[in-house]
């Protein structure tokens, strides 16, 4: 074999293990995207299924604040409709963030009765969802974080060819918009159920 050849040889041979690691490396990181984003998954369904016993819980305080009790409870059908369908991480995160609202507006009422403040069910609930919404952050993070590494390795050159090759497709992050962020302005009346439809806000 001469030498010519043999460089044509290393060369391939090169090749196809810098193919070969791109790939895996490639795949390494959409699995870690997955895993990302089956963790929040769980913390999502376990803060829903708290919801209801918070609500009783409230209701039992303050029966006549039916608003704020249908605006849960339609949020948190929502919420478990949205994570049922083949949806993307955006329409996701909107329904969640639709919830975290909702809970925040019910935590406002609740300041209102002090008697409830010292149950020990309900600061239990809270707390319960306090940690959760402190692990729905830090898992929301994680994910946010590996999103960006993976979809930094599709776009940069030249494992962006790779990923062309073989059809990865770019990772949605998991995000909360600046409206989301803030603490709503709430005021509430004793208007009796159905009065005031519950009105999912419009998306920016």
């Given amino acids: 074999m001469n030498m010519g050849v043999l460089i044509i040889v290393i060369v391939v041979v090169l090749l196809i293990v810098w193919v070969i690691a791109t790939y ?5 990181l959409h699995n870690l995207v997955k895993n990302g984003w089956a ?8 803060r829903a299924d708290l919801i209801p016993n918070l609500v009783e819980t409230v209701k039992g305080y303050a029966a006549h604040e039916s608003t704020v009790f249908t605006q849960v409870t339609q949020a948190r059908a929502h919420a478990q409709e949205v994570a049922q369908s083949n949806a993307t991480p955006d329409q996701r995160a909107v329904a969640e963030n639709e919830l975290s609202r909702a809970i925040l507006n019910l935590y406002a009422v609740s300041e209102n009765y002090p008697q409830l403040q010292a149950n020990t069910n309900f600061l239990d609930l809270q707390n319960q969802l306090k940690q959760i919404e402190q692990k729905i952050a830090y898992a929301r993070q994680m994910y946010n974080d590996v999103v960006m590494k993976y979809n930094n390795k599709l776009q940069m050159f030249p494992s962006n060819i790779i990923a062309g090759a073989f059809h990865f497709q770019e990772a949605q992050s998991f995000t909360a918009s600046d409206t989301d962020r803030s603490v709503p302005q709430v005021s509430f009346t004793s208007a009796p159920a159905g009065d005031q439809p519950f009105q999912r806000p419009s998306q920016q």
Avoid: E, F, G
Avoid at 24 to 28: E, F, K
Avoid at 39 to 46: R, S, T, W
């Fill in 24 to 28: 895996n490396a490639l795949v390494s």
């Fill in 39 to 46: 963790q929040i998954d769980v913390q999502l369904k376990q």
